[in-house]
């Protein structure tokens, strides 16, 4: 699956990879975050 | 967001920290809520799921970025585990 020009919803978590973390990987691979949560079940 | 923006050009990413939750957050985007306890139960958006943790979308990402991210969890993590898990819901038809 190649993410260039692909929009991407997010869901990270808080004890796994965080959403913003994610948003600035995806972004510097070319797509486009369209929605991102991090998830925390303390 | 899925009749928003359709279907074709959306995928989801996720950062689950073990295999059952990855697994867990790919049956709902894909096939629906398994738990039929919130508002996906019974909706099958069929999206194309990935963690960010997979290799083939470890390999897109700038290496400099990666490496502020992602590398701390990338030695905690069970990324092979968790790729069998998403793989066996990817496999799976509705």
């Known amino acids: ?42 | 967001m899925v009749e928003q923006n359709g279907k074709d050009n959306l995928v989801v990413i996720i950062g689950a920290p073990d295999a059952d939750s990855a697994e867990l957050y790919a049956e709902t985007v894909t096939h629906g809520d398994p738990t039929w306890a919130g508002p996906l139960a019974g909706v099958a958006l069929e999206l194309p799921v990935f963690h960010i943790m997979e290799p083939e979308i470890m390999a897109q990402i700038d290496p400099a970025i990666r490496k502020e991210h992602l590398s701390i969890m990338e030695i905690a993590l069970d990324v092979e585990k968790i790729a069998q898990g998403l793989n066996r819901v990817r496999k799976q038809k509705p």
């Open chain 1, 1 to 42: 699956m190649e993410l260039k020009g692909k929009k991407v919803i997010i869901l990270g978590e808080r004890d796994g990879i965080q959403g913003q973390a994610i948003a600035e990987c995806v972004k510097s691979a070319g797509a486009e975050p369209l929605l991102v949560q991090t998830q925390c079940f303390v």
